[in-house]
């Protein structure tokens, strides 16, 4: 107890400054970057922005009946690259055939489209069921 008598107030201030500081450039160092690289050669690399590869798989998604909106997020973990997509359902979508229906499409699109080979797992999760459009 004597080692805190004798430290004062402005000390422990800074040191708690000095530590949300350091805590805050940790941060900033390991954040995920903007771009993803996905060709790489002599001549130059090939970029995509992740809010463009989110967009492309979330229209993907949204052009299947059945669902009424899509998040994707995409990390990469090594060399592969792992897909989280969020789903918003109606009630008579057939999740089996959804599920399966955009493991390929996503695949393809990774693979002719972007020309990535080391795809992970795709994950796919419902979040929530949207009512069925009642027209007249």
């Known amino acids: 107890m004597a080692l805190f008598d004798s430290i004062s107030v402005t000390t422990i201030q800074f040191l708690v400054l000095w530590g ?3 805590l ?7 954040r995920a970057p903007t771009t993803m690289v996905l ?3 002599s001549k130059g690399r090939l970029e ?3 809010s463009a590869l989110h967009r492309v798989l979330e229209s993907c998604c949204e052009q ?3 669902i009424a909106s899509a998040r994707a997020y995409v990390t990469r ?5 792992h897909t989280e997509l969020r789903l918003k359902i109606r009630p008579d ?4 055939a959804i599920q399966g229906y955009l493991t390929q499409e996503i695949t393809e699109i990774y693979h002719q489209n972007l020309g990535l080979k080391d795809i992970g797992e795709i994950e796919i999760k419902v979040v929530g069921v949207v009512p069925s459009d009642q027209t007249f």
Do not use: H
């Open 20 to 22: 949300l500081l350091g």
């Open 24 to 30: 805050l450039v940790v941060l900033i160092v390991l």
């Open 39 to 41: 060709a790489r050669d």
């Open 48 to 50: 995509i922005s992740r």
């Open 64 to 66: 299947v009946r059945g």
């Open 77 to 81: 973990k090594g060399k592969t690259y």
């Open 93 to 96: 979508a057939k999740l089996d």
